[in-house]
C-alpha cells in the first residue's frame, strides 16, 4: 500500500493551466498503476487519467482527451497531472489513487485527502 499526498490546486480562469501533484510514500510505488479522479459537489466521484506502473500506457476521460496529460516519475515517487485548457466543468476535488492496472479503474483506491481546482468562467 502506498500514501498519497495531492497538491497544486487551486482558483484559475478559464483557458489556463494547472499542474497537479502527487507524493507517495512507500518503496513499492513503481509496482502500482497510479491514477487522478475527481468528484464535484453532488456528484460521484468520476476517472480522469490513468497510468501504468512504468509511464508506457496512459487512459484519458473522453472529457479530458488533449488537454490533460499524466506522468510519472518512479525515482521521486510523484505522479502528475497537468491541466491545459481548463474549462468551469473540471471544477471539482481532484484525488490521486493507486490501482493494480491501468485500465482496471474499479480497483483504484488508497486515496489521498485530494486538492481543490476552481475554474471560473
Known amino acids: 500500500q502506498v500514501q498519497l499526498v495531492e497538491s497544486g490546486g487551486g482558483l484559475v480562469q478559464a483557458g489556463g493551466s494547472l499542474r497537479l501533484s502527487c507524493a507517495a510514500s512507500?518503496?513499492?510505488?513503481?509496482?502500482?498503476?497510479m491514477g487522478w479522479f475527481r468528484q464535484a459537489p453532488g456528484k460521484e466521484r468520476e476517472f480522469v487519467a490513468t497510468?501504468?506502473?512504468?509511464?508506457?500506457?496512459?487512459y484519458y476521460a473522453d472529457s479530458v482527451k488533449g488537454r490533460f496529460t499524466i506522468s510519472r516519475d518512479n525515482a521521486k515517487n510523484t505522479v502528475y497531472l497537468q491541466m491545459n485548457s481548463l474549462k468551469p466543468e473540471d471544477t471539482a476535488v481532484y484525488y490521486c489513487?493507486?490501482?493494480?492496472?491501468?485500465?482496471?479503474?474499479?480497483?483504484?483506491?488508497?486515496w489521498g485527502q485530494g486538492t481543490q481546482v476552481t475554474v471560473s468562467s
Open positions: 497510468i501504468n506502473w512504468s509511464g508506457t500506457n496512459t
Open positions: 512507500g518503496r513499492t510505488f513503481s509496482s502500482y498503476a
Open positions: 489513487g493507486s490501482g493494480t492496472y491501468y485500465l482496471s479503474l474499479d480497483v483504484f483506491g488508497s
